[in-house]
């Protein structure tokens, strides 16, 4: 078999979806929350709808990333420890990674429309529809919410993390309780701090672009500052969904990889972190958290 060189087709589509290690485990974790939550034992997630649901999410999570990294060639192109992605899409070339992201994003809706009808619940089609749209307004012009001050964290935030979760949880049963509509709520709002949080890393290369981003809107320092306050209100809300339905002890477990983040990373005052620190610093915090809470529910 053929090494993946950095000029490779294989290689250009791996880093276009934003599939380096150890993001794919974050990625099935996002996909796959919301069902975890919602059934009632292990054995319902190999149930075909549950199963398609997640690979629904999926599709959307990495063409989303897919259409991201296009979108930003010009101002990747501009940081030096970000050129490899702009790199990577030019060697796969536009028009192709506009083609596959059209083609994962049309197969995520089919699959959705096919689950809405397999459940006979309309609201998983409504899901994918409003998923892709958030990654749609996100990066194209002439909306591309990315360069709008907070408005884009939020999108972004909600379009991979509290979307997926509703759309695999309602691909198991149509109804849940008002719990996990927080933890629901309150994964989405750490997605939103820490994409607030990352902004700072691409200021200069934001600005040079003309991407109002919060770190160019706010500064870093006030980026940082609303990262900090948005995340304190994701923790508080996943904890509270978390300890009314399966009280103290598991949401101290489910919680505590954010805590521990946020006190060593995210809470501190220091200089701005480079994109790659950053990832050293945040991702295993990050990961180690994701995967606690996809196992939490099915073995609390």
Partial sequence: MPRLTANSWPHSAIVLHRLEFPLP????????????????????????????????????????LAL???????????HQEKAYLADSAKAFGRTRALRWIVAE??????????ISWWRNEITVLVLALLTV?????????P?????????GPVVFGLSVTTLPCLLSAVAVRANFEGSLWL???????????????????????DEASGMKTPAVRYGNAGAAILARALSTAGICLLAGGLLAKYGLLWTLVGSAAHLIFFGTVLG?????????????????????????????????
Avoid at 143 to 151: C, E, H
Avoid at 271 to 282: I, N, Y
């Fill in 68 to 78: 991201n990294v296009t979108a930003d060639i010009r101002g990747d192109s501009q």
């Fill in 143 to 151: 909306v591309r919410l990315k360069r709008r001050g907070l408005a």
């Fill in 183 to 205: 933890v629901f709520t309150g994964l989405g709002v750490l997605a939103i701090a820490r994409t607030v949080w990352w902004s700072t890393s691409d200021r200069q290369a």
């Fill in 268 to 300: 501190r005052k220091r200089r701005v972190l480079r994109p790659a620190e950053m990832l050293k610093r945040a991702m295993p915090w990050i990961t180690v958290a994701d995967l606690i809470l996809a196992a939490l529910p099915l073995v609390a």
């Fill in 133 to 141: 749209a958030g990654h749609l307004l996100y990066n194209l012009e």
């Fill in 25 to 64: 485990l974050n990625y099935l974790c996002q996909a796959s929350w919301g069902a975890c939550y919602a059934v009632s034992s292990a054995h319902e997630l190999t149930a075909a709808p549950v199963v398609l649901a997640i690979v629904v999410n999926l599709l959307l999570i990495l063409s989303g």
């Fill in 105 to 114: 994003m049309a197969a995520a809706v089919v699959l959705a429309a096919l």
